[in-house]
């Protein structure tokens, strides 16, 4: 099956930059026609090296947060681990390995895939060892390469294309050939595999399978939504978001490449060039359903659901109906990413490095200003407290502070 590495890689291979692929999309290149506006402050607390950049190899391996540290990968195996009060580095580690799948973090160990088919696991203390400038001399990595041994290793029958998520002594990931995968690390074999369907071209994201209780809900690239008993595999619902359709296969790119987002028992959804749906996760029934085309994570709250589309728009809807609540459109300049809410704020980024800060009730814009270079449409932050945290696509990590 051919992958896309994000939309930017179709562009890369067939010549194109990334802005053409927007232009492309319907997203005009022209410059940000907003003025400045600080009525928020946010500023650039800290910026860490998390290792390669990342361009379109790099794009779906995004860090995983835990108990004030970001784990990062990158796509030649550098493992590092951040302080988050103040960008430190506590550890690193080059494992010295081609990684193509999102890092997952489950019973204190991380898990990737190789661009072999090759399905690792390590526990962190095997990794944690006190920053040196020592580390970074050849001989002391040959020799730190040579000491240390995976938890697991297991041969996967396709490549890993989802970070790992964890339910007890299992691990769920999802695969190139369309499949989803069990694996027991503790007997550090695979428990189970539900066959999906192997579609002709794919973009290849970061979206993860969703959980809760004993229960998966699986995106796939077949713009089909699954929900499955995590201990067996068994299906429990099918739903359609977006029916793959269209003149050639770039047309009929229906991938859901965003984690679902579960509250209150329902579930929402939303797939490039498709639909947004909000779907009861008991039934799988359809509560309601909006065109839009999504490439980056929502945010809930008890009032409306948060989201960036790929037409450059950020939305706040009726979690219960689907109706808008308000849109504030950056269609003259370029697409939000991922959407947070703090407060009475919605908070979100730009591709091309804006904080663009709006009130939740209304949608008015309080903060629009460059802060960082160039974010891929897929990354996946953190807010906390009064930070959120973010990868460039040059490989740092970084702390903006709003006050």
């Not at 539900?194 to 979206?207: E, F, H, W």
């Not at 709250?301 to 948060?306: L, T």
């Not at 949608?363 to 973010?390: H, N, R, T, V, W």
Request: a negative charge; hydrophobic letters at 40%.
């Amino acid at each position: 099956m051919k992958k896309l590495f994000t939309v930017t890689i179709f562009l890369f291979v067939s010549g194109c930059s990334h802005l053409d692929i927007l232009s492309s999309l319907g997203v005009s290149k022209s410059n940000i026609s907003y003025k400045e506006i600080n009525d928020v402050q946010a500023e650039l607390s800290w910026s860490s090296d998390i290792g390669e950049s990342r361009d379109y190899k790099t794009a779906v391996l995004q860090p995983v947060f835990s108990n004030g540290i970001s784990y990062s990968i990158d796509n030649s195996g550098y493992v590092t681990a951040i302080d988050l009060k103040n960008g430190d580095l506590i550890w690193e580690y080059d494992l010295d390995m081609k990684v193509s799948s999102g890092l997952g973090l489950h019973n204190d160990k991380l898990f990737f895939g190789t661009n072999d088919g090759m399905y690792f696991a390590f526990d962190i203390s095997s990794l944690n060892k006190p920053y040196s400038i020592l580390n970074k001399l050849d001989f002391i990595d040959i020799l730190n390469d040579s000491m240390i041994e995976p938890y697991m290793k297991l041969q996967l029958k396709s490549e890993a294309s989802s970070p790992a998520v964890g339910i007890d002594d299992l691990v769920f990931i999802k695969t190139d050939d369309g499949n989803t995968v069990a694996i027991d690390f503790i007997a550090k074999s695979i428990a189970w595999t539900y066959k999906g369907r192997n579609v002709p071209l794919s973009i290849k994201g970061s979206g993860s399978i969703g959980v809760l209780n004993n229960n998966l809900y699986v995106p796939r690239d077949d713009g089909n939504l699954i929900s499955l008993l995590a201990s067996s595999g068994k299906l429990n619902w099918l739903v359609s978001i977006s029916p793959r359709s269209g003149r050639n296969e770039l047309e009929s790119l229906r991938d859901i490449e965003v984690a679902p987002v579960i509250d209150n028992g329902i579930l929402y959804i939303g797939s490039y060039q498709g639909n947004l749906i909000a779907v009861d996760i008991f039934s799988g029934n359809i509560i309601w359903s909006r065109p839009m085309s999504i490439m980056s994570q929502m945010t809930v709250d008890d009032k409306a659901i948060y989201v960036s589309d790929y037409s450059g728009s950020v939305h706040a809807l009726d979690r219960y109906d689907g109706s808008v609540l308000w849109t504030e459109s950056l269609t003259d300049s370029i697409i939000s990413i991922q959407t947070f809410v703090k407060n009475q704020l919605v908070i979100s980024l730009t591709t091309l490095g804006h904080i663009l800060i709006l009130n939740k009730n209304d949608g008015k814009i309080l903060a629009f200003k460059k802060i960082l270079g160039e974010i891929d449409p897929q990354a996946i932050g953190l807010l906390s407290d009064k930070y959120l945290y973010i990868v460039r696509k040059n490989g740092r990590l970084n702390a903006i502070k709003i006050n």
